[in-house]
């Protein structure tokens, strides 16, 4: 089994930033990433990296958020600026490795409200 143990969640202005952070119990990932799901919507992708430094966004954040990996530490960053009150959800990081297995962490909160 895999733990990803998240932080860097909490309540900021709008305008404000946020970073997270989500470290591996393993190490070799193939890829890691953060999604978000807010109150009665669906888990949806926000950014993912792959070991070798590929990334994807989702639409609404580009040019606003930053994922970034640290591939000795088994870690992934995603640098949030520019927040908005519809980024409020709940952060999931995600991990996958060899095999078909993917790996979620516990969920952190984020808030964007004056």
């Known amino acids: 089994q895999v733990q990803l143990v998240e932080s860097g969640g909490g309540l900021v202005q709008p305008g404000g930033s946020l970073r997270l952070s989500c470290a591996a119990s393993?190490?070799?990932?193939?890829?890691m990433g953060w999604y978000r799901q807010a109150p009665g919507k669906l888990r949806d992708l926000v950014a993912t990296i792959t070991r070798g430094g590929s990334t994807v966004y989702a639409d609404s954040v580009k040019g606003r958020f930053t994922i970034s990996r640290d591939v000795a530490k088994n870690t992934v960053y995603l640098q949030m600026n520019s927040l908005k009150p519809e980024d409020t959800a709940v952060y999931y990081c995600?991990?996958?490795?060899?095999?078909?297995?993917?790996?979620w962490g516990q969920g952190t909160q984020v808030t964007v409200s004056s």
């Open positions: 995600n991990a996958r490795f060899a095999g078909p297995d993917s790996f």
């Open positions: 393993r190490s070799f990932f193939s890829s």
